[in-house]
T-cell receptor
Framework: QKEVEQNSGPLSVPEGAIASLNCTYS??????FFWYRQYSGKSPELIMS????GDKEDGRFTAQLNKASQYVSLLIRDSQPSDSATYLC???????????FGKGTKLSVIP | GAVVSQHPSRVICKSGTSVKIECRSL??????MFWYRQFPKQSLMLMAT?????????EQGVEKDKFLINHASLTLSTLTVTSAHPEDSSFYIC?????????????FGPGTRLLVL
């Protein structure tokens, strides 16, 4: 069974700190990796996608991918209370259209 | 990012009635759309994959005769919950696959909250 694992949290960080969210996956055929943010009562919103090993930066967000270790992470710099949400890691296998989601990590940024 | 809309955003219906939910990709064509359901404080659950011009593929345990899916155009998929019952009350979310080759991405609609009385 293809699995995506995330620490459920809650992860609490003070405002202005770096939040580090981690995700591991079991399927070595995984090709594409995504981070979605889901506020309570809302649908998921895509915030980062990464397709090759290394780092990808977009504003305060940095996604890191290490395919050898089957590990993908999301760093949020200068965390804001508005970043408080559940962050979903999603993985897509090559040749498949479906995403496999982790259960999500709940992040709380404390003012 | 690409935009996906859903309508209605919220619906209340009586038990035994049918409810139709629309999912539209507004600025791109989507040959594949997905329907998810999410109960409070739980993970997304994929219900079915909707393919333009062909039958939907349902996940195990999802009744295809109860959850009718039609994907008649490259920008519209509909989910009809037939003979709804209170246990069907949930948050229904669609997503659309934006095909950009190796960098294809899925974008979610805002969701439809269904309450069956």
């Amino acid at each position: 069974q293809k699995e995506v694992e995330q620490n459920s949290g809650p992860l609490s960080v003070p405002e202005g700190a770096i939040a580090s969210l981690n995700c591991t996956y079991s399927d070595r055929g995984s090709q594409s990796f995504f981070w979605y943010r889901q506020y309570s009562g809302k649908s998921p919103e895509l915030i980062m996608s990464i397709y090759s090993n290394g780092d990808k930066e977009d504003g305060r967000f940095t996604a890191q991918l290490n395919k050898a270790s089957q590990y993908v992470s999301l760093l949020i710099r200068d965390s804001q209370p508005s970043d408080s949400a559940t962050y979903l890691c999603a993985v897509k296998r090559a040749g498949s259209y479906q995403l496999t989601f982790g259960k999500g990590t709940k992040l709380s940024v404390i003012p | 990012g690409a935009v996906v809309s859903q309508h209605p955003s919220r619906v209340i219906c009586k038990s035994g009635t049918s409810v139709k939910i629309e999912c539209r990709s507004l600025d791109f064509q989507a040959t594949t759309m997905f329907w998810y359901r999410q109960f409070p404080k739980q993970s997304l659950m994929l219900m079915a994959t909707s393919n333009e011009g062909s039958k939907a593929t349902y996940e195990q345990g999802v009744e295809k005769d109860k959850f009718l899916i039609n994907h008649a155009s490259l920008t519209l998929s509909t989910l009809t919950v037939t003979s709804a019952h209170p246990e069907d009350s949930s948050f229904y979310i669609c997503s659309a696959r934006h095909d950009r080759g190796l960098q294809e991405t899925q974008y979610f609609g805002p969701g439809t909250r269904l309450l069956v009385l």
